[in-house]
């Protein structure tokens, strides 16, 4: 699609006020979506934990429960973008308590597993119910925030992946430790309920405390709410920006499906590790499902941390993809340093460490990115969409994870074979993304 003249990426002056106007709706906003997705994000990765003593219990294979994980994105692909459609109609409220209310009633069920069909179906409920909430917060986000403003907020938010993480690594490994016979009942079954129900009551919280629009915000002034409105509809862009009319014109955009390829691959990637972490920190020699725990935590501080910070320069500067190859080079060195660590726990921690920088901060400077792309007539289907395509990366990589290491004996395979997503979205990226300041030159000189 031809982009527009109207997307000039000069950087928008913010004075005092308009700081004190944007931090305001941050404290309003953010604590609550972060703490949603904090549970979103432990009741999607809880299965790697989970699994330690599953197996224990419970007779599947290790390709069982790589299948488990990735059915959970082809129920997350099948309804991503109508529930993303139906939130632009029916606001965000009312989608996140159908979203959360229902997801956590089903991760909470997970604990009554027996057979391998039951695991798979409840899986593919779980992403069926928590469809939309990703995409759906970023497009919400879009409601609130200017371009110029969006990487750093989308990286405060995201930070609830690494949040999530350092907490889901410790209190899995605690529940299953010291929850493990209570009631007649594993560890691992206690891990689903404690970790699933706090989701339902969330999303009665979110309907009850959010608004769906600015104009709905009762706790903005009129001169702030017109200040908000001045910011969103003057937003300078980053990167080109396509002409879609409609969620079908988009359809037509070949850019559009390159970038669901690029989420596509480096997704897949980020998840491998997810996944494969706790297993990777047991076999480097860490019996204790506990330390397992807590010693996965570790790289997700940094990952949090380092996240904002890429977020806020990505902003400060105006500069999308250059900043995302960064991120997947980083996520790959910090890798290949935790692979050829020979066994050296310190050196293989530190090397996740830096993975994870890169690792956490991919996705909300590749979504900045999006949202800047799709116009708004067509931005909720369009992030829907990219989110949706891109998600059955994580579905299939597990699997094909689970074989390479089964077929070599050796996880190092797979860890390669992150690396190689992570790079190749970065090289596609660079190359079929253009920046606004270019488009501007050549609009400039014609």
Known sequence: MTPTSAQVPARAPYNAADEALFSKVSWHLLPLLILCYIVAFIDRINIGFAQLQMKQTLAFSNEAYALGAGIFFIGYFLFEVPSNLMLEKIGARKTLLRIMFCWGLV????????????????????????????????????????????????????????????????????????????????????????QGLPASVLGVVAFFYLKDKPEQANWLTPSEKVALRHHLDNEPHAVETASHGSFWALLR???????????????????????????????????????????????????????????????????????????????????????????????????????????????????????????????????????????????????????????????????FLAIGLWLSSGVVLLLVMRPAAARRSQLATA
């Not at 190859?325 to 890798?335: P, R, T």
């Open 107 to 194: 991760a909470s069920a997970m604990m009554f597993v027996e057979t391998t069909t039951q695991f798979y179906v409840l899986r593919f409920l779980l992403g069926a119910f928590e469809a939309g909430f990703f995409p759906g917060i970023i497009l919400y986000l879009t409601y609130w925030y200017p371009s110029a403003r969006r990487c750093k907020v989308i990286s405060i938010f995201m930070t609830a992946t690494a949040i999530g993480y350092l907490l889901a690594g410790p209190l899995s490994g605690w529940i299953m430790k010291y929850m493990n016979g209570l009631g007649g009942h594993h560890g691992w079954q206690w891990l689903f309920v404690v």
């Open 253 to 415: 955009d070949p850019k559009v499906f390159t970038m669901a390829f690029v989420y596509f691959l480096f997704l897949g990637a980020n998840y491998t590790l997810v996944f494969l972490v706790p297993t990777l920190i047991k076999n480097w020699g860490v019996g204790d499902v506990f330390m397992v725990g807590l010693l996965s935590a570790i790289p997700a501080v940094f990952g949090a941390v380092g996240m904002v910070f890429v977020g806020r320069s990505s902003d400060k500067h105006l500069e999308r993809r250059k900043h995302f190859f960064f991120c997947v080079a980083l996520a790959s060195a910090g890798l290949l340093v935790a692979v050829f660590s020979g066994g050296n726990l310190v050196l293989a921690l530190a090397g996740l460490a830096v993975m994870s920088i890169g690792q956490s901060a991919n996705t909300p400077i590749f979504f900045a990115a999006i949202s800047e792309y799709l116009p708004r007539k067509s931005a909720a289907g369009g992030i829907a969409l990219i989110s949706s395509l891109g998600n059955l990366g994580p579905a299939v990589m597990p699997v094909i994870t689970a074989w390479i290491t089964t077929a070599s004996g050796s996880s190092d395979n797979s860890m």
